[in-house]
C-alpha cells in the first residue's frame, strides 16, 4: 500500500488532484486546499472496492486518522468523510463531536441531523486518545450555548464558530452571560 506521497500539483479537480511523482500522475483525493504547480507531501488512505482503488491525501497524519475515524462510522464513506473535512476545520468537528454539536457537523452539503448525531455517538467516546486530544476548555458546556444564543441572534453557525470558540478558549471560566456582549463587540469590530 501507499503510505506517503510527494511531489508537484499537475491538475487541480472538482475534490481531488493530480499529483506528479518522478512522471508518475496520481489521482488523490482531499479535503486539503492546494495550488497548482506546488510541491507537496501528503499521507495517503488507499481504499480498495471491488470495483475500484482510490487514494486520499493529508496534509498531516491528525487529518489521515480523524478521516480513518470518520469513515469508521456505520454510513459515513469516504467521500461523505471528505465531505466533512472540507467543510468544517479540524479543530472545530472534533469539538462539535466532544460537545455534541450535531447543527455544526449538519452543516456539511449531504449530512443531516441523523448522520451528525451518529458521528457523535459513534466518536464521542474517542475523543480523549491520540489525535483527538485537545483541551477541556473546547469540551465545556459553555460553546454550544454561546453558539446557540448567537444563532438566536441571526448569526449563522459556520460564520461565528471560530470566533466563538477563540472566545471560550480565552476566557474558559466565563459564563455564556459574559461571552455574548465580547462575542457581539467582536462580530461588529469586523
Given at each position: 500500500?501507499?503510505?506517503?506521497l510527494q511531489?508537484?500539483?499537475?491538475?487541480?479537480?472538482?475534490?481531488?488532484?493530480?499529483?506528479?511523482?518522478?512522471?508518475?500522475?496520481?489521482?488523490?483525493?482531499?479535503?486539503?486546499?492546494?495550488?497548482?504547480?506546488?510541491?507537496?507531501?501528503?499521507?495517503?488512505?488507499?481504499?480498495?472496492?471491488?470495483?475500484?482503488?482510490?487514494?486520499?491525501?493529508?496534509?498531516?497524519?491528525?487529518?489521515?486518522?480523524?478521516?480513518?475515524?470518520?469513515?469508521?462510522?456505520?454510513?459515513?464513506?469516504?467521500?461523505?468523510?471528505?465531505?466533512?473535512?472540507?467543510?468544517?476545520?479540524?479543530?472545530?468537528?472534533?469539538?462539535?463531536?466532544?460537545?455534541?454539536?450535531?447543527?455544526?457537523?449538519?452543516?456539511?452539503?449531504?449530512?443531516?441531523?441523523?448522520?451528525?448525531?451518529?458521528?457523535?455517538?459513534e466518536l464521542?467516546?474517542?475523543?480523549?486518545?491520540?489525535?483527538?486530544?485537545?483541551?477541556?476548555?473546547?469540551?465545556?458546556?459553555?460553546?454550544?450555548?454561546?453558539?446557540?444564543?448567537?444563532?438566536?441572534?441571526?448569526?449563522?453557525?459556520?460564520?461565528?464558530?471560530?470566533?466563538?470558540?477563540?472566545?471560550?478558549?480565552?476566557?474558559?471560566?466565563?459564563?455564556?452571560?459574559?461571552?455574548?456582549?465580547?462575542?457581539?463587540?467582536?462580530?461588529?469590530?469586523?
Amino acid at each position: 500500500m501507499i503510505g506517503k506521497l510527494q511531489g508537484v500539483i499537475d491538475y487541480i479537480g472538482d475534490g481531488y488532484v493530480i499529483l506528479l511523482t518522478n512522471g508518475v500522475g496520481y489521482k488523490v483525493y482531499t479535503p486539503e486546499i492546494l495550488s497548482l504547480k506546488s510541491n507537496v507531501s501528503l499521507w495517503i488512505e488507499t481504499i480498495v472496492r471491488e470495483d475500484s482503488i482510490r487514494l486520499f491525501g493529508f496534509s498531516t497524519l491528525a487529518g489521515q486518522n480523524l478521516f480513518n475515524q470518520l469513515t469508521s462510522v456505520s454510513g459515513v464513506g469516504p467521500k461523505v468523510a471528505l465531505a466533512i473535512m472540507a467543510t468544517i476545520k479540524s479543530d472545530i468537528l472534533m469539538s462539535a463531536i466532544a460537545t455534541g454539536d450535531a447543527k455544526t457537523i449538519a452543516t456539511t452539503p449531504g449530512v443531516g441531523k441523523k448522520v451528525a448525531e451518529k458521528i457523535i455517538v459513534e466518536l464521542k467516546n474517542k475523543m480523549g486518545g491520540g489525535a483527538f486530544d485537545f483541551g477541556s476548555e473546547i469540551s465545556g458546556g459553555v460553546l454550544p450555548d454561546l453558539l446557540s444564543a448567537l444563532e438566536s441572534l441571526g448569526y449563522r453557525r459556520m460564520d461565528i464558530i471560530d470566533m466563538a470558540q477563540h472566545l471560550v478558549s480565552q476566557n474558559p471560566d466565563m459564563d455564556v452571560s459574559k461571552l455574548i456582549p465580547m462575542a457581539l463587540k467582536e462580530i461588529s469590530g469586523k
